[in-house]
């Protein structure tokens, strides 16, 4: 049986005050666990300090995971980013429900190869399909290439105004929440590329979609 195995990093965890990232990096782990449990199947579990392993059941619900962490960095204003693997592969052993430890098979062990090629790479995101699916893992990834570039243009001073837009995507709202004109928030929404974001976010859910609709059959 081929499972969804979820792995993640800290970029340059080393520069960081250790026990403020490590609090954080808690907060944003039980926050997932505890926002997407229906679709967990082994929870988000820190394994060496600055790395999480998850088990998710299907592909669209570990996207969803990913952006979700990405979106949740953003709104809580944290000051560290996430390498991700997501990676379609079997596991041998009884899956742990409770815990993502103890398991072995040759889709957490690719998995945990993948994660460290990556880290000699720019790119934050991989997804490893099954061979068979290797059309659709090739746009997924470059989809994510995109996402990756607006969400890394932007910086942690201006999670506050994102979140604001998040919230609600009309730009009067946001001018009255941070008490400035219209127009300068209508222009801070654009700078921002927030719709250009958006589109990205949703090619990524469409093309997830139709891998588990169309290719995954």
């Not at 049986?1 to 403020?20: F, Q, R, V």
């Not at 068979?132 to 290439?145: M, S």
């Not at 001018?175 to 976010?201: C, H, M, P, Y």
Request: aromatic share 12%; net charge positive.
């Amino acid at each position: 049986m081929y499972y969804a195995i979820l792995m993640a990093d800290i970029l340059k965890s080393g520069e960081k005050d250790a026990n403020k990232l490590m609090l954080e990096f808690r907060k944003t782990v039980k926050y997932i666990n505890e926002n997407c449990k229906s679709c967990i199947i082994s929870p988000l579990t820190i394994t060496l300090g600055d790395e999480f392993q998850a088990v998710i059941d299907n592909v669209q619900n570990a996207v969803t995971v990913i952006i979700k962490l990405e979106e949740y960095i953003i709104t809580e204003e944290l000051n560290f980013k996430l390498r991700y693997v997501l990676n379609i592969g079997t596991i041998k052993t009884e899956i742990n429900r409770e815990i993502a430890h103890e398991m072995l098979g040759e889709g957490l062990t690719d998995a945990r190869k993948a994660l460290n090629i990556l880290k000699k790479s720019k790119s934050r995101f991989l997804i490893k399909l099954r061979n068979e699916d290797k059309r659709i893992e090739k746009i997924l990834n470059d989809a994510f290439k995109i996402f990756q570039f607006y969400i890394d243009s932007w910086k942690v001073k201006e999670y506050s105004t994102i979140r604001e837009f998040f919230l609600n995507d009309d730009y009067k709202v946001v001018a009255d929440k941070f008490g400035i004109n219209q127009s300068t928030a209508w222009r801070r929404r654009k700078s921002l590329n927030l719709e250009e974001f958006e589109a990205v976010k949703q090619i990524v859910n469409y093309l997830v979609y139709l891998y588990e609709h169309d290719f995954n059959k």
